[in-house]
């Protein structure tokens, strides 16, 4: 079953359960990937759908540390569970340890042993790797660990 479809069904069994949370955060996903189809003209593969979901999930993080600081903690919470929900979709991340060894190996392919110059270089080298199985911000930082 395609991400898209498993979507659809769940979006139908969030609808019959009255889960207002789930339907609510699926047809929003829906909804970008819709969007971006007809924006872009092309029908997106699994790739393309676990971009947007990607997307999706980033904009929500994003926007949690603005909720925290405004102190409203109903959004901060309604927005974590959408989180919740969205990375169910998305394939399983990686934990930091698992980014540091990638990070490491990379460094030793590229023959990069440290200096902030060479940060572009190895984070243009992880980040393909890694790519939906890691948040950015975090590659950054192990990145930024092992250049210092």
């Known amino acids: 079953m395609s991400l898209k479809d498993r979507l659809a069904n769940d979006y139908k069994e969030a609808m019959k359960a009255k889960d207002e949370i789930r339907k609510n955060t699926v047809s929003l996903a829906r909804a970008a990937i819709k969007q971006y189809e007809v924006d872009h003209r092309e029908e997106l593969d699994e790739q393309g759908v676990t971009d947007i979901l990607s997307k999706q999930v ?8 603005d909720f925290e600081k405004a102190g409203r903690t109903d959004l901060f919470e309604a927005y974590n569970k959408e989180i919740e929900i969205l990375m169910e979709y998305l394939p399983k991340q990686l934990t930091e340890a698992e980014i540091a ?7 030793k392919d590229l023959g990069v042993d440290g200096g902030r110059q060479n940060m572009g270089k190895l984070m243009g080298a992880v980040m393909p790797k890694v790519k939906g199985k890691a948040d950015g911000g975090l590659v950054k930082k192990v990145v930024e660990d092992l250049l210092q």
């Open 101 to 107: 060894e990638i990070v490491k190996q990379t460094a």
């Open 58 to 65: 980033k904009m929500r993080k994003d926007a949690l540390s």
